[in-house]
């Protein structure tokens, strides 16, 4: 599975169609990526953006426990929007490696240097804080 790229400004029509009952494919037009601060987003998905405080493009991804996709990079901020945690891992499978943690309904507004490259990002399968 691949995280799907849409811009941040496509992420907040999308949202704003889908709040005012506006069926997605009407809302979500075509627009270039730009860069837009804060967002509200679409709360069953997990957002991954390419720049801090979800600014830069931005990878949209479903809340299916245990789901895993591969990565983008770099990864500097995430939306979690998911009633599960959503963890960064350096390595496929996320078994060896370091592995970066953000809780559910939560933002990494600035997710550390160290943690820009993960290889896969995984939807946990338990509704529990880090």
């Known amino acids: 599975m691949f995280l799907r790229s849409m811009s941040a400004a496509a992420a907040v029509t999308l949202a704003a169609g889908l709040a005012l009952g506006i069926p997605a494919a009407a809302s979500a037009a075509a627009s270039s990526p730009a860069a837009v601060t804060g967002p509200q987003l679409d709360t069953s998905s997990l ?7 979800e600014r830069g493009t931005g990878h949209k991804a479903a809340c299916h426990a245990g789901a895993e996709y591969k990565s983008v990079s770099p990864v500097e901020s995430v939306a979690n ?5 959503i963890f960064l891992y350096q390595h496929a499978g996320g ?4 592995n ?8 990494a507004n600035v997710v550390p240097g160290k943690y820009h490259a993960p290889q896969t ?10």
Request: glycine fraction near 6%; aromatic fraction near 18%.
């Open 95 to 98: 078994k060896t490696g370091w």
């Open 100 to 107: 970066y943690c953000v809780n559910p309904h939560s933002r």
């Open 121 to 130: 990002i995984k939807v946990g399968t338990k509704a529990i804080k880090c």
């Open 81 to 85: 929007n998911c009633e599960y945690r």
């Open 47 to 53: 957002y991954i953006f390419t720049r801090t405080y």
